[in-house]
């Protein structure tokens, strides 16, 4: 029907809008991805953005959302279904009040939290490539965020430095990441936001 025929539409967009070598991040169908068991499983705390944590206070736990076990009735009432919600939201919040934790370190990730670095990435492989590849044109910014962003260099150099040999394909991939980490100390700029986080972390901590 329309309706499902759009969400596959709009699921086929914002899958292409990103590499498409990701494939689906989350699930495919009902499926979950590997990408998913593995954040599901190390992962304590999964945000899009490091400055949602600005919602919280620092001494805030985190608890997972309950999920009905195999041997669990699904309550079909959806009135049931939000008084337990309710019930158990307000439970975490008397555990987040009785419960105070001294927090000693943060931990942050670093690419796409604390800096954008696929910028520098990119000018990186765009000279790289072009001494390695003087008669190609120059890459733009689609071709890197298609064919480069997000994969390892040995699968970059094998694709795009085909002509050469092991050898050569690694000292490219080595040389790359040098001059990737020159640039980087003057062009990489923090994530917007980021100051704000910082600076509620040291007020409150």
Known sequence: NSVVSSFFISRTKSRDYFNPYFGSIFRTYTVPTYFHRRLARFADVYTSNVCNFLNYPLD??????????AHENVLPTPDINLLLMKTAQEAM????KKQKIKMHAILFDLDGTLVDSDS???????????????????IDRAFFDKHISGRLNPDITRDLLSNLSDDEQQSAAV????????????????TKGLDKIIEY?????
């Open 60 to 69: 805030y736990i985190f608890f997972p959302r309950r999920m009905a076990l």
């Open 93 to 96: 919040r008397f555990e987040t």
């Open 120 to 138: 520098v990435h990119f000018e990186a492989w765009q000279k790289i490539l072009a001494e390695m590849n003087p008669r190609e044109p120059l």
């Open 175 to 190: 040389r790359k990441e040098l001059l990737f980490r020159d640039l980087a100390k003057e062009k990489l700029q923090p």
């Open 201 to 205: 972390i040291k007020t409150n901590r």
